[in-house]
């Protein structure tokens, strides 16, 4: 079990450029959550999927920000025009379903993105 | 939505004393908290959680404390040594939605 895979684990972009971060869950898990950490903000939840499926986005700021999940075995976070305070480490959980065995959110190490 | 605040932002202790971190939450809906510990540069590593039918969890050197009434719930970490040295984070959950709600973190340092 190599756990949750974020690729790539730092990335700068300039400001105006688009960032694509990547996650592949741990195999099994069908939930799938982005949070975001920063100094200022403490971790914030993004959004999450169930089975693929986006569930809730209610934490994404809306007009730059995107996410998907075109199979079980990954997930992407895309951000447009990137600007300063983007700048952030992306951390991608997965777990299973929460009616499941186990509750537990198990998190990669972090995508940290540096918006210059 | 919930709230979760995490009284400690740091915490510094003796090895081989006890570690005590708190955090209450505001929705009485919640019924699932866990904690999670961060070393420099790297993700959250779950270390304990309790659900709320139950008021106290342990494993091993940790201690899981839930008081429903007050919505507080706290991490003790008995014995410290300085490889628990790290950012600890407690969440909590209502049921039925997965979401985590975090706090904002306790940086603890054991010293030698």
């Known amino acids: 079990n190599a756990g949750v895979i974020q690729t790539p684990r730092h990335k700068v972009t300039g400001k105006g450029q688009e960032a694509t971060l990547w996650c592949e869950p741990i195999?099994?898990?069908?939930?799938v959550f982005w949070y975001r950490q920063t100094i200022v903000q403490g971790l914030e939840f993004l959004t999450y999927?169930?089975?693929?499926?986006?569930?809730?986005d209610s934490g994404m700021p809306k007009e730059r920000f995107s996410a998907q999940m075109p199979n079980q075995s990954h997930s992407t976070l895309k951000i447009q025009s990137t600007q300063p305070q983007d700048s952030a480490v992306y951390l991608c959980?997965?777990?299973?379903?929460?009616?499941?065995?186990?509750?537990?959110?198990?998190f990669g190490p972090g995508t940290r993105l540096t918006v210059l | 939505g919930e709230k979760v605040e995490q009284h400690e932002s740091t915490l510094s202790v003796r090895e081989g004393d006890s570690a005590v971190i708190n955090c209450t939450y505001t929705?009485?809906?919640?019924?699932?908290f866990p904690w999670y510990k961060q070393e420099a540069g790297k993700g959250l590593h779950f270390v304990i959680d309790i659900r709320s039918n139950v008021d106290r969890k342990q494993s091993q050197r940790l201690i899981v404390l839930l008081d429903k009434k007050a919505k507080r719930f706290s991490l003790h970490i008995t014995a410290t040594q300085p490889e628990d040295s790290a950012i600890y984070f407690c969440a909590a959950r209502m049921p039925n939605y997965n979401v985590l709600y975090f706090g904002s973190g306790t940086k603890l340092t054991v010293e030698p």
């Open positions: 929705d009485t809906a919640s019924s699932y």
């Open positions: 999927f169930r089975n693929q499926a986006p569930i809730d």
């Open positions: 959980a997965s777990s299973l379903p929460y009616w499941g065995a186990s509750y537990e959110q198990y």
């Open positions: 195999s099994g898990h069908s939930a």
